[in-house]
T-cell receptor, first 114, second 115 residues
Framework: AQTVTQSQPEMSVQEAETVTLSCTYD???????LFWYKQPPSRQMILVIR??????QNATENRFSVNFQKAAKSFSLKISDSQLGDAAMYFC???????????FGSGTKLNVKP | DVKVTQSSRYLVKRTGEKVFLECVQD?????MFWYRQDPGLGLRLIYF???????EKGDIPEGYSVSREKKERFSLILESASTNQTSMYLC??????????????FGPGTRLTVL
């Protein structure tokens, strides 16, 4: 089984600034995938970004980027130019290739201050 | 856009009742999942299904069962609801059973309270 750890239960950022959410994972597999999901208050969870472990290049999606450190088993999410709409619960998740299960962290609640 | 819908946003039941949570997806996805979400614990997989009438236990299947008679619909059943099953229940689906890492699309959730 894989484990995913998010050590920051809650974080705050000023609008327009940058924030980094931490995630570490534990797996014995060499081929796996990592995800960040966003769950806005009372709204559906949506995918923010995904990273294939075999790719060395860090994934980016507009203002969202990851810092994937495979040796350290670390997968942090950086949000640049934070917006009020970024306020949400963020979950880090992992899954192995050809394996149905996703493993989720406990989540980080991000507050964005105007 | 993929749409995953759940039959109820809020549900209140009594201890011992049989509870049905319904989930429907409209994108012909093969895989469907049921999670429960509790503060500080993240999402935990209850059951998943990779084909019609096929199901597999997740990490916390005790007290739950599932049914998938049609591809688009995946039901979670609490045979005899208990107070420790008070939680937020999330349904998800994903496209390709050969690509088990495929993105999961989530429903809005059902907040179940068992009194």
């Amino acid at each position: 089984a894989q484990t995913v750890t998010q050590s920051q239960p809650e974080m705050s950022v000023q609008e327009a600034e940058t924030v980094t959410l931490s995630c570490t994972y534990d797996t014995s597999e060499s081929d796996y995938y990592l995800f960040w999901y966003k769950q806005p208050p009372s709204r559906q969870m949506i995918l923010v970004i995904r990273q294939e472990a075999y790719k060395q290049q860090n994934a980016t999606e507009n203002r969202f980027s990851v810092n994937f450190q495979k040796a350290a088993k670390s997968f942090s999410l950086k949000i640049s130019d934070s917006q009020l709409g970024d306020a949400a619960m963020y979950f880090c998740a992992s899954t192995q290739y050809n394996f149905n299960k996703f493993y989720f962290g406990s989540g980080t609640k991000l507050n964005v201050k105007p | 856009d993929v749409k995953v819908t759940q039959s109820s946003r809020y549900l209140v039941k009594r201890t011992g009742e049989k509870v049905f949570l319904e989930c429907v997806q409209d994108m012909d996805h093969e895989n469907m999942f049921w999670y429960r979400q509790d503060p500080g614990l993240g999402l935990r997989l209850i059951y998943f299904s990779y084909d019609v009438k096929m199901k597999e236990k997740g990490d916390i299947p005790e007290g739950y069962s599932v049914s998938r008679e049609k591809k688009e619909r995946f039901s979670l059943i609490l045979e005899s609801a208990s107070t420790n099953q008070t939680s937020m229940y999330l349904c998800a689906s994903s496209l390709d059973p050969r690509e088990y890492t495929d993105t999961q699309y989530f429903g809005p959730g059902t907040r179940l309270t068992v009194l």
